[in-house]
């Protein structure tokens, strides 16, 4: 029952969190229950609190209602609880996005949509991880930063069926600025992918702005619409002001199974 009750207290602090972000960064404007508008999928409990799959789901996608523009990714308790914000464009089939993140303790995570008609909605979960944003570097941290920049596109399977989405990896090493060097046992500075943008041709899939929750080798999985021509091409900066891009004429074709860390069989 103490635990239990701990737990309680643990949310309900959690909420009160929530409250400060939500004047800081919405002020006054109403933000309706989500539920019909979009889903968060993340596990209860992390099995790596530095690699949390998540995947925010348009459910509004092919319908008549008024679609989803701007989405919001919050997780109440890491050093920079506003994570990520995404702005989608003509050439998006979806506001669909699934990536991996880091939690630096149990918290609340919340995902915030804005529709074409100005109305904001929010689905949250709850999540029981911690030391993700302060988990060791890797031990090659040089052959990190001699392959910072390369990207791979691929078409992945989001199920049996034939339901897929189009994934864009990145490597970097996404230092949050918290870690440890484990070789040099030193605090390593902040170094990490601030923005992507995702064009089909010259039009816009979507346009990120991103904190370092995002875990190393960034990952994010999108939904392209099918009758916008022209290459995907995927520009990607970081807070070191470090520029990347590449283009793809066509896109590797989906793996049978596509698991989160991106491997396939």
Request: aromatic share 6%; with cysteine.
């Given at each position: ?155 992945v399977r989001v199920d049996d069926g034939d339901a897929m989405r189009t994934q864009l990896m990145i490597r970097h090493p996404n230092i949050t600025g918290l870690q440890m ?64 891009e590449q283009a793809w004429s066509a896109v590797a074709p989906a793996p049978r199974t596509t698991t989160d860390d991106g491997t396939t069989s």
């Amino acid at each position: 029952m103490h635990t239990a009750n701990a737990d309680v207290q643990r949310r309900d602090q959690d909420e009160a969190a929530w409250k400060q972000l939500r004047a800081e960064h919405f002020g006054e404007r109403t933000i309706a229950d989500g539920q019909g508008v979009l889903a968060l999928d993340a596990p209860y409990r992390a099995e790596d609190p530095a690699v949390v799959p998540i995947t925010i789901t348009d459910e509004r996608a092919g319908t008549d209602q008024p679609p989803i523009r701007k989405l919001w990714l919050v997780i109440d308790n890491n050093p920079v609880p506003m994570s990520a914000e995404f702005e989608f464009g003509p050439a998006a089939r979806s506001a669909t996005i699934a990536m991996r993140v880091r939690v630096n303790s149990y918290t609340y995570m919340r995902a915030l949509a804005e529709t074409a008609d100005g109305q904001l909605y929010m689905v949250k979960r709850y999540v029981k991880a911690s030391g993700g944003c302060s988990a060791p570097i890797g031990r090659d941290l040089d052959a990190a930063r001699e392959n910072m920049g390369q990207m791979r596109l691929r078409r992945v399977r989001v199920d049996d069926g034939d339901a897929m989405r189009t994934q864009l990896m990145i490597r970097h090493p996404n230092i949050t600025g918290l870690q440890m060097d484990q070789l040099t046992r030193l605090v390593e500075p902040a170094h990490f992918v601030d923005a992507i943008t995702i064009r089909k041709g010259d039009t816009l899939v979507f346009d990120s702005r991103m904190t370092f929750s995002l875990s190393a080798n960034p990952s994010l999985q999108f939904n392209v619409a099918g009758t916008t021509e022209g290459e995907l091409k995927a520009h990607v900066h970081d807070n070191k002001g470090n520029e990347f891009e590449q283009a793809w004429s066509a896109v590797a074709p989906a793996p049978r199974t596509t698991t989160d860390d991106g491997t396939t069989s």
